[in-house]
């Protein structure tokens, strides 16, 4: 085992080992390339404290996470009460929260085909945007799943959240879709 590696494996690919989401023949080859390789298998041990580092936030409700349908099954089989939200292009959901939600969840649909990089821009009303940059998309898939923890979504009020999902392209920025969520705080009726 050397400190570099020939044929350093993705990012992606390494991720999506970790997530078990590759396929049992790459799921193989990828392991035996973990097991043989310092470099890549450091990439690995790498990514694994950063993906503690981001659970603890997002438990936190510190900010919204893109998350695979494969992470909510997860959830869920784990007892977590998750609260959904299926909102397709220019839609607007009433939304709130009960004292026994652990994890809010937008699923925002769109059309991806040809986004190489997306971004999210989200608003609370009365407040400065904030943007997310490069969210993981498959070119393939109908929605972007986005999760946040219920701390920070309970101290919300009721407001309005606008989010934007904006393909980025040589000349500027496409809309791929607007979502607008009306918040109710819990204890207002």
């Known amino acids: 085992m050397s400190g570099r590696c020939p044929e350093p494996l993705e990012l992606a690919v390494v991720a999506d080992y970790w997530f078990g ?3 049992e023949p790459d799921r193989d080859r ?9 470099a890549c298998s450091a990439r690995l041990r790498d990514l694994v404290a950063m993906e503690d580092g981001v659970r603890r936030l ?5 900010f919204h996470v893109v998350v695979s349908p494969s992470f909510l099954e997860t959830a869920s089989r784990r007892g977590l009460r998750v609260r959904e939200y299926h909102v397709p292009p220019g839609g607007r959901v009433a939304r709130t929260v009960t004292a026994e939600d652990d994890l809010m969840v937008a699923r925002l649909q769109g059309d991806f085909s040809g986004v190489s990089r997306l971004d999210l ?3 609370v009303e ?9 969210l993981p998309v498959a070119p393939s898939s ?9 701390p920070a979504v309970r101290a919300l009020g009721s407001c309005v959240t606008r989010l934007r999902l904006l393909a980025r ?3 500027g920025d496409r809309l791929v ?3 607008t969520f009306d918040h109710t705080a819990p204890h207002a009726h």
């Open 21 to 23: 989401e590759l396929p």
């Open 30 to 38: 990828v392991e035996e390339h973990l097991l043989d390789c310092a």
């Open 58 to 62: 997002a438990h936190q409700g510190a």
């Open 121 to 123: 821009v989200a608003q």
């Open 126 to 134: 009365d407040q400065p945007e904030q943007r997310i940059e490069d």
């Open 142 to 150: 109908q929605e972007v799943i986005l999760a946040q923890a219920m």
């Open 169 to 171: 392209e040589r000349d």
């Open 177 to 179: 879709g607007e979502y």
